[in-house]
């Protein structure tokens, strides 16, 4: 048996598209333009090219970007400002802070700053005790990709046993949250738990997010199950030169698994496409809500 390749690419273009037609809608019925802001301190190479990407892929969306560029210096408070005048701006219907911070900035406390109304990463403590709590709310973008990824292979998920690998606030609990609420017996697994292997094997969705490279062998893999890795890990492949590989050892698991995601092009891409789909959530969310008095 050779797995299915889940195309994350073709499907978050999708996903895309019918971001940018919501937003054309909004903005032809309302007058509406939803906006993302995007906050980046320092010099970091990696986060410069997200940004940048984020940036582009909301322009081309119909959407207003707004970047906010800031050397690594930048004090805490100077940055709570700032988080304070996006969030009073109209314009700004979504906010990001590009992460990792500075070890001088408390990541928390700026998170916590963040109108939970326009926190498109879904990072908030209230975003993310309404999504335990099943109640509408601002999804994580990477493990709401991971759920559209799945469901592009089964739409039932009902009753399927679900392992988590990795419990990161980021991926894997929210991860769970959405698996919980699709109706799967869900287990958070991580690098303590006794006999990973035989746990992960137990599962009819695999999804790995703990950010060990190949660390998910083909042995760990129940005939059939749908993987989902969403480790982005880059290793040296022996001649200088280095590659990008996932959680999971893709050429054992490829001929074991029923689907799964290649790294790159599985859930990277949809990472992005979520994020315009929560910034034309939060702009849709504007039209309803009550004003301040």
């Known amino acids: 048996m050779t797995a299915r390749i889940i195309d994350g690419k073709a499907i978050a273009a999708g996903v895309s598209r019918q971001a ?71 314009a700004v219907h979504g906010i990001l802070v590009q992460l990792p911070l500075p070890s001088h900035i408390e990541a928390r406390r700026v998170l916590e700053a963040i109108d939970p109304a326009k926190d498109i990463d879904g990072f908030h403590p209230i975003n993310a005790g309404r999504l335990a709590l099943g109640e509408p709310a601002l999804v994580p973008c990477t493990p709401a990709g991971c759920l559209i990824l799945l469901q592009s292979v089964r739409s039932d998920l009902a009753g399927l046993e679900a392992v988590v690998i990795g419990r990161s606030t980021i991926v894997g609990k929210p991860m769970a949250q959405l698996l919980l609420q699709q109706h799967c017996t869900v287990t958070i697994a991580h690098s303590r738990t006794h006999d990973l292997a035989a746990v992960a094997r137990r599962a009819d969705i695999l999804v790995a997010a703990v950010g060990r490279a190949l660390m998910v062998r083909g042995d760990w893999i129940k005939p059939g199950a749908v993987v989902i890795d969403v480790g982005i890990n880059r290793i040296d492949q022996g001649d200088g030169k280095t590659r990008l590989v996932g959680d999971v050892a893709f050429a054992e698991a490829v001929g074991v698994a029923g689907a799964i995601t290649p790294v790159p092009g599985g859930v990277g891409p949809m990472t992005i496409a979520c994020l315009l789909r929560n910034t034309v959530r939060a702009a849709e969310a504007t039209i309803s809500a009550p004003t301040a008095s």
């Open 20 to 90: 940018a037609a919501d937003a054309a809608r909004l903005k032809r019925t309302h007058g509406l333009t939803p906006g993302l802001a995007v906050v980046l301190i320092g010099d970091d190479s990696a986060s410069q090219v997200y940004v940048r990407n984020k940036a582009e892929a909301t322009r081309a969306a119909g959407m207003a970007s707004f970047v906010h560029r800031l050397p690594a210096s930048t004090a805490e408070t100077a940055l709570l400002e700032l988080i304070g005048d996006l969030n009073r701006a109209d």
